[in-house]
């Protein structure tokens, strides 16, 4: 069946510091795989997404991801954070056939400290 | 702009009530899909629609229904069957196609008491 999991719930890191966070996928097949944002209270917003290719994803607000296909993982990495990314982050991967659905991960909640 | 509107944001349903949340979108997206969010537990799909005057179940559809009545708009009516109706709900579209982006509206927080 597919899966998708983040291993860590929870994340603190310090402004400046860098950032990766873990996601591993279960798939039969090349997996399409996104990543979102969501800010407390408010709907989910597309980070980046892979589909094919170049294995190294940019996204916006500095984010990117890596495809690693041996590892099953699709880590979503920031060279430095900034306060505002304190969010909740889900990895999702498309689902098998023309539906459009998403099965996602349980999230992890980033919280940044000053 | 496009994009996905949920109202209200806020509902408070007493026990035994039916509620219904609305859900538009102007993106003209043939898909769209209704998800809970608990904490802890991620988004689960309640129901989905790729196209007009069709939906499927999702993975917790019991005590839930929906109508996709036109392209817009796909409303779901939470009724007095579901054990534990308090919850995030958050209202999707996109193309029914594996590659394609799904966009998220604001979320209707929908308390019980």
């Known amino acids: 069946a597919q899966s998708v999991t983040q291993p860590d719930i929870h994340i603190t890191v310090s402004e400046g510091a860098s950032l990766e966070l873990r996601c591993n996928y279960s798939?039969?097949?090349?997996?399409?795989l996104f990543w979102y944002v969501q800010s407390p209270g408010q709907g989910l917003q597309l980070l980046l997404k892979?589909?094919?290719?170049?294995?190294l994803v940019q996204g916006i607000k500095g984010f990117e991801a890596e495809f690693k296909r041996s590892q099953s993982s699709f880590n979503l990495r920031k060279p430095s954070v900034h306060w505002s990314d304190a969010a909740e982050y889900f990895c999702a991967v498309g689902a098998l056939g023309n539906t459009g659905k998403l099965i996602f991960g349980q999230g992890t909640t980033l919280q940044v400290k000053p | 702009d496009g994009g996905i509107t949920q109202s209200p944001k806020y509902l408070f349903r007493k026990e035994g009530q039916n509620v219904t949340l609305s859900c538009e979108q102007n993106l003209n997206h043939d898909a769209m899909y209704w998800y809970r969010q608990d904490p802890g537990q991620g988004l689960r799909l309640i129901y989905y629609?790729?196209?007009?005057?069709?939906?499927q179940k999702g993975d917790i559809a019991e005590g839930y229904s929906v109508s996709r009545e036109k392209k817009e708009s796909f409303p779901l009516t939470v009724t007095s069957a579901q054990k534990n109706p308090t919850a995030f709900y958050l209202c999707a579209s996109s193309s029914p196609k594996r590659a394609d982006t799904q966009y998220f509206g604001p979320g209707t927080r929908l308390t019980v008491l």
């Open positions: 892979y589909f094919s290719g170049d294995t």
């Open positions: 629609s790729q196209i007009v005057n069709d939906f």
């Open positions: 798939y039969g097949a090349t997996p399409y």
